[in-house]
């Protein structure tokens, strides 16, 4: 990827975090420079006091709440979810805001379902300027609340709607690995993020200012057991797995889940000299293919 040329000084929150990891790496791989912060977001005070401190020339926030072991937690920690996801989230977004420094979001695009416009399989994704109409769990919402008052900040902001994202490992928060291990899985397509393919795109989002919500996805979707299938060919022959309707599954969880086709267009557009790749083509090429060759690497 051809990336920009001037170096940058980025101010991460997150950094104990799955994403926030990811990105240090990326960002130290560039030869650009990245300070960790330590303020918790919502605290104005010790946020405005690191960025004056440390000057940076842009902000990354991939902090937030997602719950343990999942979402569900959220349900019961309703305080929690919105000091961090609401409160602490508008908190950097504003002081970026008055500060004029380009901050870049990573948030979420679960906070859609199919509906009668946007139909399964039907290849219309939701757009940017699509307002949430998924509200089926606690996080989702106020993720969706959020989102809306962000677009008040969109000068100096890019908000990425991230989705059931994919590592280059098989760590226990990759979508892929959540699925392997489920008794039971439903079969629906929907729109993901392969964090190799994208994770280096954001930080192009953040070098060169781009503004706005960006569905942050890989263009496509992906059914669960076209992954499954994919596993089994790729990663274990013996693999198997057993389906079982939406209706089944919100019988066994909390919350309920999302379930999405998102439009990439205008990321793609936003971005015409990098490379991201359909989804199915990015799940091969780079998430199984970055397996295999891990895995013939390490056996030599
Ligand atoms: N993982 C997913 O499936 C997924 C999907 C779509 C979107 N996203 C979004 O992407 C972002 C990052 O996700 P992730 O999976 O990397 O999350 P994660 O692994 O759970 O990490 C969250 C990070 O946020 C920090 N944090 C939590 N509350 C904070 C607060 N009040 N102030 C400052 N830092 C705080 C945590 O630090 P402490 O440990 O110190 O609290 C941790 O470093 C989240 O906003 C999430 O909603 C994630």
């Given at each position: 990827m051809a990336a920009s040329a001037e170096k940058q000084k980025f101010l991460l929150y997150g950094k104990s975090g799955w994403i926030g990891g990811i990105l240090q790496e990326l960002i130290k791989a560039n030869g650009d420079e990245v300070v960790l912060g330590s303020a918790r977001l919502e605290n104005r005070?010790?946020?405005?006091r690191e960025i004056e401190e440390h000057k940076p020339t842009r902000v990354l926030n991939a902090a937030g709440v997602t719950g343990r072991p999942n979402v569900d937690?959220?349900?019961?920690?309703?305080?929690?979810?919105?000091?961090?996801?609401?409160?602490?989230?508008?908190?950097?977004?504003?002081?970026?805001?008055?500060?004029?420094?380009?901050?870049?979001?990573?948030?979420?695009?679960?906070?859609?379902?199919?509906?009668?416009?946007?139909r399964v399989g039907s290849g219309i994704g939701?757009?940017?300027?699509?307002?949430?109409?998924?509200?089926?769990?606690?996080?989702?919402?106020?993720?969706?609340?959020?989102?809306?008052?962000?677009?008040?900040?969109?000068?100096?902001?890019?908000?990425?709607?991230?989705?059931?994202?994919?590592s280059d490992d098989l760590t226990a928060r990759n979508f892929v690995t959540k699925i392997t291990k489920y008794e039971k899985v439903v079969n629906i397509p929907n729109s993901m993020t392969v964090l190799s393919d994208l994770l280096p795109v954001s930080l192009e989002i953040s070098?060169?200012?781009l503004k706005g919500i960006y569905n942050f996805?890989?263009?496509?979707?992906?059914?669960?057991?076209?992954i499954l299938d994919m596993y089994k060919e790729y990663v274990d022959p013996d693999f198997t797995y057993t389906n079982f309707t939406v209706e089944e599954q919100d019988k066994i969880l909390k919350a309920r889940r999302s379930n999405n086709e998102l439009d990439c267009s205008k990321l793609v557009k936003a971005l015409p000299d990098l490379t991201i790749l359909e989804i199915h083509d990015a799940m091969r090429e780079r998430f199984f293919g970055s397996l295999l060759s891990s895995s013939s690497s390490s056996s030599s």
């Open positions: 005070e010790h946020v405005i937690w959220c349900e019961s920690n309703r305080q929690t979810v919105i000091r961090t996801n609401v409160v602490g989230c508008l908190n950097l977004a504003d002081i970026c805001w008055l500060k004029g420094i380009h901050c870049t979001l990573y948030a979420t695009g679960c906070i859609f379902e199919y509906d009668d416009v946007h939701f757009t940017e300027e699509d307002v949430a109409n998924f509200d089926g769990s606690y996080y989702s919402k106020t993720k969706g609340w959020v989102e809306q008052m962000l677009r008040e900040y969109e000068d100096q902001l890019a908000v990425l709607r991230v989705r059931m994202p994919i070098r060169r200012e996805c890989n263009p496509g979707a992906i059914s669960h057991n076209e």
